[in-house]
């Protein structure tokens, strides 16, 4: 696609619901990463995928959080028994990897709050 | 490892002053080097980058060079403008590291008319 494209935009949830977000990346985009911002907050980095090498999982913050990328692109970041301090904006970024000067290209956002 | 540890915020500016945000790095092996700018309600956009030392990032009046010796990727724009509000995070890329991303904590620019 032209762009990083994540779904939903908005999601609310109750607490203990699991929820599901989506990451579509730039086509040939081989890097994919996922962050969360919390309001008012810096990004936290929470997973990297890169091509077919394992990811790197170092900061998920606990075994709640998952997230799997099929085929090298898609990817979908799985939040288990949602808890309020889960609440924030969930950012997935794709990037070329052959490249040295390898820009981050980010998508809008899925916002998630939880009840 | 690879960090990055820019400046705190928030940084409250008048409009036409200068801006300095500052940003040091620690990295492995030669990184690039990123300001990323995120406006109110909008996502992350790359503003400006350097991919070796002394290199120099512009765009949209703003400037940063890449220091080797200081470790360092200050922001810089000479005349500031309302429309210039918004979180700006330093980040740096690294090949030793699979060009994965590092991120700083954001400084939050805020410019008063």
């Known amino acids: 696609g032209a762009g990083v494209s994540q779904s939903p935009s908005n999601k609310v949830t109750e607490k203990g619901k699991d929820v599901e977000l989506r990451c579509d990346p730039i086509?040939?985009?081989?890097?994919l990463y996922w962050y969360r911002q919390s309001l008012g907050q810096g990004l936290e980095f929470l997973i990297y995928f890169q091509g077919n090498s394992a990811p790197d999982k170092s900061g998920l913050p606990s075994d709640r959080f998952s997230a799997e990328r099929t085929g090298g692109s898609v990817s979908t970041l799985t939040i288990q028994r949602t808890q309020q301090e889960d609440s924030a904006v969930y950012l997935c970024?794709?990037?070329?990897?052959?490249?040295?000067?390898?820009?981050?290209?980010f998508g809008e956002g899925s916002r998630l709050t939880v009840l | 490892g690879n960090s990055v540890t820019q400046m705190e915020g928030p940084v409250t500016l008048s409009e036409e002053a200068f801006l300095t945000i500052n940003c040091t790095y620690t990295?492995?092996?030669?990184?690039?080097l990123f300001w990323y700018v995120q406006y109110p309600g909008e996502g992350l956009q790359l503003l400006l980058k350097?991919?070796?030392?002394?290199d120099k990032g512009s765009n949209k009046g703003f400037e940063a060079t890449y220091r080797k010796e200081t470790t360092s990727f200050h922001l810089e724009k000479g005349s500031v403008q309302v429309s210039d509000s918004a979180v700006y995070f330093c980040a740096l890329s690294d090949l030793n590291t699979g060009n994965q991303f590092y991120f700083g904590t954001g400084t939050s620019l805020t410019v008063i008319p």
């Open positions: 086509s040939g985009h081989t890097a």
């Open positions: 990295a492995t092996g030669y990184p690039s």
């Open positions: 350097a991919t070796k030392a002394d």
């Open positions: 970024a794709s990037s070329a990897y052959t490249s040295v000067t390898g820009e981050l290209f």
